[in-house]
């Protein structure tokens, strides 16, 4: 059973930052790509940024520059560094899990940036 539970989301003034925690159960966690990805109403899901379990990363462009992923397999959890925020990141932010064919996912942390 895998669950993920993210958490660090809240209200801050454009230009401020926050970081975003996913907490996850179950044993694959080192051996499994992480992402976090973002979903503002009326909007698509998009892909913010991953982690593979060697610690390669990916940023959408974005967020490049701003967004740093991270993970703490001793913990077994995802982190997401979010500095310079911008009003257009306000979203709900979800956390991914991916090994091999399955994907699970989190139920998401409200990211809201003002101006």
């Known amino acids: 059973q895998v669950q993920l539970v993210e958490s660090g989301g809240g209200l801050v003034q454009a230009g401020g930052s926050l970081r975003l925690s996913c907490a996850t159960s179950?044993?694959?966690?080192?051996?499994?790509?992480m992402g976090w990805y973002r979903q503002a109403p009326g909007k698509q899901r998009e892909q913010v940024a991953t982690?593979?379990?060697?610690?390669?990363?990916n940023y959408a462009d974005s967020v490049k520059g701003r967004f740093t992923i991270s993970r703490d397999n001793a913990k077994n959890t995802l982190y997401l560094q979010m500095n310079g925020l911008k009003p257009e990141d306000t979203a709900v932010y979800y956390c991914?899990?991916?090994?091999?064919?399955?994907?699970?996912w989190g139920k998401g942390t409200l990211v809201t940036v003002s101006s």
């Open positions: 982690i593979t379990f060697g610690g390669s990363t």
């Open positions: 179950g044993s694959i966690f080192s051996i499994s790509i």
């Open positions: 991914s899990l991916n090994f091999g064919l399955e994907h699970y």
